[in-house]
DNA sequence: GTCAGGATTGACTTTAACGTAAATCGTGCC
DNA sequence: GGCACGATTTACGTTAAAGTCAATCCTGAC
């Protein structure tokens, strides 16, 4: 029999491949991932066996990665998903870490903003270039 | 006297440490985005005088940098804002990679979203958390 | 004119994030 | 029970984006 019987949409493993062709990575890629103690599939015998919760990780990297984040930040953000310190001092570490991050993204999407702004304007130009030229065509 | 008069505001010329400072970044950064293309500063002999459009430039590159682009990508935004072409078919090539762009930008924005809504997620756990074990501090 | 300190050049090094290749392993199928 | 084929491991290679270092060059101040 196949490693797993494929219910309707959601399975219970999937092999590495399954993922690669998900995500359009490399399996390269998703091994590197492990060897940084981002991602821990099971095994059975050496053959990884991903869950949902991995391929949800995986994921969540793959989101962080485009958006410029390098694995040392991407390891930093799911630390923070963590369950929350108990103590007041380490508790106070994360907020302060959340805050710097929100920081950061939200002068990402204002970069993006101004980006898409300006695009827009290419954009507009562009279609007032084309209706000159092609008056006609 | 110095090399520029500086005229309350906005000068004519900055020195490349100039630049260091205003955008922390090091001249070795400055001069490999120039050795890229990416900037032409003008020259006084050998020393690189940058001007206002120079510095915008600058700010632009590194933007591009903050939303995770490579150099190579943000040569390809750059061109996209010269002058658009007088050719139908390259104005319709412009166009579809202004659209090509857009859409890399609003799934950035997409992920940023969502980013923030679990880091805001995270930040309240923490305050309820904070709330517990602070009782009385 | 000389001298100190910033700017430049050129070359080599580094780091992150994988790519690639070779050899081994394992396992399901006939 | 042998074999084809996908997965794994190990190790070295590569690329982008700078970092670093040494030597030279200006140039304005004294």
Redesign the pocket.
């Known amino acids: 029999?196949?490693?797993d019987t494929p219910s309707a949409d959601s399975r219970e493993y999937y092999?590495?491949?399954?993922l690669t062709r998900e995500f359009g990575?490399?399996?390269?890629?998703i091994?590197?991932?492990e060897d940084?103690g981002l991602i821990s599939?099971l095994?059975?015998?050496?053959?990884?066996l991903f869950r949902q919760s991995d391929r949800r990780l995986l994921s969540f990297i793959l989101r962080g990665?485009r958006l410029g984040?390098?694995?040392?930040?991407?390891r930093e953000i799911k630390d923070m998903y963590k369950e929350p310190p108990g103590e007041a001092g380490q508790l106070r570490l994360l907020m302060a870490k959340v805050k710097e991050k929100r920081g950061e993204l939200e002068q990402k999407r204002r970069d993006i903003e101004e980006t898409l702004r300006e695009l827009e304007q290419v954009e507009e130009t562009s279609l007032a270039r084309l209706a000159e030229i092609g008056v006609g065509t």
């Open positions: 029999m196949a490693l092999t590495i491949t399954d990575v490399s399996t390269r890629t091994r590197f991932y940084e599939p095994r059975r015998g050496r053959t990884r990665k984040f390098s694995i040392a930040e991407i």
